[in-house]
């Protein structure tokens, strides 16, 4: 038995297609519009949908563009439509859908459509990961996305200068990627990079969370990766939180550092930028982790979106990402709750550190937790703090620096 959902405005034939189906032994689910259907698809993951092209809000082709975007075209969808033309057709098959029907749709026609959806998969494999393409209604990210697309046709180098930790530039990173190939994120590597490596990953991505952070012998490799791009049909992003003048302060090489900001991207959304995006962005992770099948089918309970949102990313999208992952593992419960207390850092019900991350990217979630925590109880005292963590006051600056948390020299002898 499958699960089936009809999207369609004429409660007629919804009602007769549901009555075939179900004598067929399949569970049906209905949608009059768009936005049901949405919702019902983000709510169920349906095994296969019934999607009408002409609708009021809008229409199925659109929706079916959506669903592909997004990674969410992870069922087979078969077309229906009693005014559609040959070209429609071909749009729809070209975007992801497997079959097409004519309505009035013959009882023969329906099944076997049906029959052989269920057998096969959808044409279009879902993205490698999250994009920003999956949030068309948030315009933080309609905007970022539409000005990344623009900076991609100019230069396969790309800087994504950030603001502060909670920085969503993996994000944006990834919606430049193209299904099926390589991505190699260069900060989850210690020390200098091997060139040699590059050649594997040909026609693919390569990442840098936080240029600012790079050793001078990491700093070399960098201007020998960019000098290889062309050659190995490479991208490159590079999100940074500093400007050009402090990487030139602190003793870069001025002509990489001139390559690396011409072609800048200013802006990056953090997190605290789309609060109200939130529990969105959330349940988008979520729903992309279910249907990679990495978690089981889960959902958010109200309250549990509502801590989220209050909760203070410090670790950026990775740290949410992995915590949203870590929840999901280990609920018991199709609905995620939590306790009533929220996520605080040093009680936490489940550790955000996700034991997937690489290394580097862990003690880094790892540092940025215990400096945050231990600066709060402080109040931000540098000199208590440097007392409490062991590090000479220079050095502490220096980390607190790198992992985006500025205590306050207002503050120090306070």
Known sequence: ?????????????????????????????????????????????????????????????????????????????????????????????????????EKPIALQKLLSAVKRGLQRQPSIPAPVSLTLAAFPDSVPLREMYLRLRQAAG??????????????????????????????????????????????????????????????????????????????????????????????????????LVERLFSHALMGVPALADISDNLPELACRILRHLVDTKEVPLRRFSPATLSQLRRHDWHGGYSELYAMIRNLAQNSTEEEINLPENGLPVSDAMISPISFDLPLREAREVFERMYFEHHLRLERGNITKLAQKTGLERTHLYRKLRQLGLHGGRQHEES
């Open 154 to 255: 100019q230069s396969r180098l790309i800087l994504l200068q950030t603001t502060g930790p909670d920085h969503l530039a993996e994000l944006v990173a990834r919606s430049l990627q193209t299904p099926g190939t390589p991505w190699l994120d260069l900060g989850a590597l210690d020390g200098t990079y091997d060139l040699a490596r590059l050649t594997t990953f040909q026609g693919g991505q390569l990442y840098l969370s936080a240029l600012e952070r790079l050793s001078r012998s990491q700093q070399k490799s960098l201007s020998s990766i960019v000098d290889r791009l062309e050659r190995y049909d490479l991208r490159l992003l590079v999100a940074c939180s500093s400007n050009r003048e402090e990487l030139l302060a602190a003793g870069w090489d001025a002509t």
């Open 1 to 101: 038995m499958a699960k089936i959902l009809i999207v369609d405005d004429e409660i007629g034939i919804r009602e007769l297609l549901s009555e075939i189906l179900r004598d067929e032994g399949h569970d049906v689910v209905q949608a009059e519009d768009a936005a049901t259907a949405r919702a019902v698809r983000n709510a169920s993951c349906p095994d296969m949908v019934l999607l009408d092209i002409w609708m009021p809000d809008t229409d199925g082709i659109t929706l079916l563009k959506e669903w592909a975007a997004s990674g969410q075209l992870t069922m087979p969808v078969v077309m229906m439509s009693g005014h559609g033309t040959i070209d429609t057709a071909v749009e729809a098959t070209r975007i992801g859908a497997i079959d097409y029907l």
